[in-house]
């Protein structure tokens, strides 16, 4: 099941990101590539980081499938998603809440503090919108207008403080994505976020 | 010959980063360090993803002094390179050839897929450029107006096909090289270009 | 007290990185984000290039929690931080003097040649603040208006000039950071600056 929704996260990713590229009238190659980074961005930089290479997407080939069929997806219907904006809201949502977990698990397998391990969870969710929005030369998103990157920070503390109690795995990793997921469709159901820090 | 031709494509774009970092009013190290990132920062990437590090400049320092060169010829020559702007788009092209190549050859030595190493090799050629562009606050170029990443795509395609039937490495080389230097020329000969995806 | 100046360098560019992004009207989290790369920023690409991973910050928490503290300051004071403008500036450029040291001393160690390792120190003491720019949509800084790296450069030369005269380690340390400090303090006390290379 988890590779299921791991499946739907990165394809809603890819999707997002050709959308977005889309609006900045880019070449069908730039579509893609702004797709790609945005759905495998996230877990680069943390396999980077962290050292595992070659990166995950080298050595699975079922990413790059993946995306090739979103970027597909979203050049074929291009007119027609804005009626699917909720469903792809949806897999968006549970992109996040999986590539959290998917990122919390490395840096566990990597014996890392779980303070940094959250700090992978994150990243690993964030990063390929961060990377998006700067290749379309914006103020990435996530700095600006929404509760996003601190759901993936609260999912992953409630994530360590379940592991505490002795639940079992599988239980956690739903409970924790469910959470993320669920705060994620609140938050932006109701429109709350964080405000600014001005500095006068 | 192979080596000479790499040695062309260092320095020619090497130039083209630093007469980018110079339009946009930079002083001497903004300049120095545009042309050092547009010139290796393809290879670099390629390098951090699939873990071959120390990166390759830090390990031979030619690149590093050719770097210097290129730098300091479009410094000293900057009020009449436009003179030459032919002569250095031919090199620049060569460098895309070139670059393709040795991408394609890292991740064939790293035992990865065949798509894998058209990413590899399209990432060599082509990231230099991105990175320049992004930092001088540009949408990356690549991403709107010219078919250049994806002629390199192309080349890596035909290189595959090639090896299969059993031609000599050689020939190999010299076909694909050739292959994409020559599109490229006609390509921006013909103003030919991929038609931007807009969603209206 | 090489330790306790990294200390204060560490939450110096963590404060710098928190009132950038407080000055583009962040949220909380983007403010913090842009703290943490600013800090650890170049240290981070420094030990990807060289393959230290998993990364430094990753394996030291003291960085997390100076960084925390750095934002923590940032965010309280934010309104009364331009009365010590002077004194972060102090601390930036104490921290510009040490991390050029230490990235020197990376480079020493992974046994790289002298011009990879001065690039190494500049690199590790200027990209957090080109991050940071790029984050904030903005051309970095270092390329535009300040005499920034190159000072990390030329402290780099004279640290390899000093080492082949035999003065003990320590000396070299506190001549090199204590001169990067002076030149910079001066450099932006008298408002000199590179000229910017102009192609017309």
């Known amino acids: 099941m988890f590779y299921i929704i791991e499946i739907l996260g990165t ?25 790609f980074v945005t759905s495998v961005g996230g877990g680069t930089l943390r396999d980077v980081l962290i050292g595992r290479t070659p990166v995950g997407w080298m050595q699975n080939l079922i990413y790059v499938y993946l995306i090739c069929f979103g970027f597909l997806l979203a050049v074929v219907f291009r007119k027609k998603l804005d009626r699917f904006r909720r469903s792809l809201f949806l897999f968006d949502t549970i992109g996040l809440g999986v590539f959290t977990l998917i990122g919390l698990e490395k840096g566990i397998e990597t014996h890392l503090h779980p303070i940094i391990c959250i700090a992978l969870g994150t990243m690993t969710a964030c990063f390929g919108g961060v990377v998006r929005d700067i290749l379309c030369n914006e103020i990435p998103v996530i700095f600006r207008k929404e509760i996003y990157a601190t759901i993936c920070i609260a999912g992953g503390i409630v994530f360590f403080l379940l592991r505490e109690t002795g639940i079992p795995k599988d239980w956690i990793y739903i409970i924790t994505s469910g ?22």
Do not use: H, W
């Not at 669920?182 to 006068?200: D, G, H, I, M, S």
């Open 11 to 35: 394809i809603a990713f890819a999707i997002s990101g050709a959308l977005t590229a889309m609006s900045k009238k880019m070449d069908p190659f730039g579509v893609f590539i702004i797709a």
């Open 179 to 200: 959470l993320i997921i669920v705060v994620r469709l609140t938050v932006v159901r109701y429109k709350l976020f964080l405000p600014p820090l001005e500095k006068n």
